[in-house]
């Protein structure tokens, strides 16, 4: 079946260590996306890439990185610099205008 | 710029009852307009959507509007059930290219059997 896959579901994140969440499409989707989801305040959006070896920052990209070497793969790190990381991460993927987003079934990072 | 705004949460409700979840939207040019639902711990899935106005989107019996003279895009079913419990997102997006959406802060709804 195709879809999104996010891993690990559950993630711990000790202070000053980064971390690297895995989002894996095998849509054959040329854009992904990564959004971060608080309570009540809806996703907004970290990074997004349209094409392989080019990505653009969102909204909330302090504190991030990400890396689109190969077009099934889009791995967001969540740096040190980022001084609250507890959320909800969904990455998410798109191939053709007419159709709408496919989205991961999320990892939550959280601080030990 | 870009943005949506939908209506507070929690809803609660007593099953076979009717749903309102209210959005309206701010965009430059002609969005696209969608709602998602999510459950407990997962991602989102696609409810419906409209991408011109006037267009009605219909999925599961949910039904949702494009008004352009309103900027709205209501959420709306005749009978929920207690499966209906999830949070729900209203989104837009620019045009009908690729492109990020822009999200509600969702609604939160609960049936009661």
């Known amino acids: 079946d195709g879809g999104i896959t996010q891993s690990p579901k559950y993630l711990f994140r000790k202070e000053g260590q980064n971390v690297t969440l895995s989002c894996e499409q095998n849509l054959n989707h040329d854009a992904m996306y990564w959004y971060r989801q608080d309570p009540g305040q809806g996703l907004r959006l970290i990074y997004y890439s349209q094409i392989v070896n080019d990505f653009q920052k969102g909204d909330i990209a302090e504190g991030y990185s990400v890396s689109r070497e190969k077009k099934e793969s889009f791995p967001l790190t969540v740096t040190s610099a980022q001084k609250n990381p507890t959320a909800f991460y969904l990455c998410?993927?798109?191939?053709?205008?007419?159709?709408?987003?496919?989205f991961g079934d999320g990892t939550r990072l959280s601080i030990l | 710029g870009n943005s949506v705004t939908q209506m507070e949460g929690p809803v609660t409700l007593s099953e076979e009852a009717f749903l309102t979840i209210n959005c309206t939207y701010t965009?430059?040019?002609?969005?696209?307009l969608f709602w998602y639902v999510q459950y407990p711990g997962e991602g989102l899935q696609l409810l419906l959507k409209a991408t011109k106005a006037d267009d009605k989107g219909s999925n599961k019996g949910f039904e949702a509007t494009y008004r352009k003279e309103t900027t709205s895009f209501h959420l709306e079913k005749g009978s929920v059930q207690v499966s209906d419990s999830a949070v729900y997102f209203c989104?837009?997006?620019?045009?009908?290219?690729?492109?990020?959406?822009?999200f509600g802060r969702g609604t939160q709804l609960t049936v009661w059997p």
């Open positions: 989104a837009l997006k620019r045009g009908s290219t690729l492109g990020r959406l822009y």
């Open positions: 998410a993927s798109e191939g053709d205008s007419n159709q709408p987003q496919h």
């Open positions: 965009a430059t040019g002609y969005p696209s």
